[in-house]
């Protein structure tokens, strides 16, 4: 078993900045790819960021040049640090890992999610 747990949402004004943190424990044996989703009320979940175990990144388009991924493999965390955030940010922020535990089995974990509130 993997369990996610997330940290560091809010509410910020327009133009803030959130650093959400993500902690891996369990049964790991290795985690190929973290990345961070979200959901805005009424939409569907989308992919925001995603670091692979050897360091290569890839980011959404609305992401880019304003969010970045970064991951400490030591202590299987995973952050994304948010700048210029703006109101269409608002959504609940999802951890995602997918890797193999120490019996050799696949999983794809997901954290419960944080809330990030961009408003002023």
């Known amino acids: 078993q993997v369990q996610l747990v997330e940290s560091g949402g809010g509410l910020v004004q327009p133009g803030g900045s959130l650093r959400l943190s993500c902690a891996a424990s369990?049964?790991?044996?290795?985690?190929?790819?973290m990345g961070w989703y979200r959901q805005a009320p009424g939409k569907e979940r989308e992919l925001v960021a995603v670091?692979?175990?050897?360091?290569?990144?890839d980011y959404a388009d609305s992401a880019k040049g304003r969010f970045t991924i970064s991951r400490d493999n030591a202590k299987n965390t995973v952050y994304l640090q948010m700048n210029s955030l703006k109101p269409e940010d608002t959504a609940v922020y999802h951890c995602?890992?997918?890797?193999?535990?120490?019996?050799?089995?696949?999983?794809?974990?997901w954290g419960q999610g944080t809330q990030v509130t961009v408003s002023s």
């Open positions: 995602n890992a997918r890797g193999y535990t120490t019996v050799g089995f696949k999983y794809d974990g």
């Open positions: 369990g049964s790991i044996y290795s985690i190929n790819v």
């Open positions: 670091i692979r175990s050897g360091g290569s990144t």
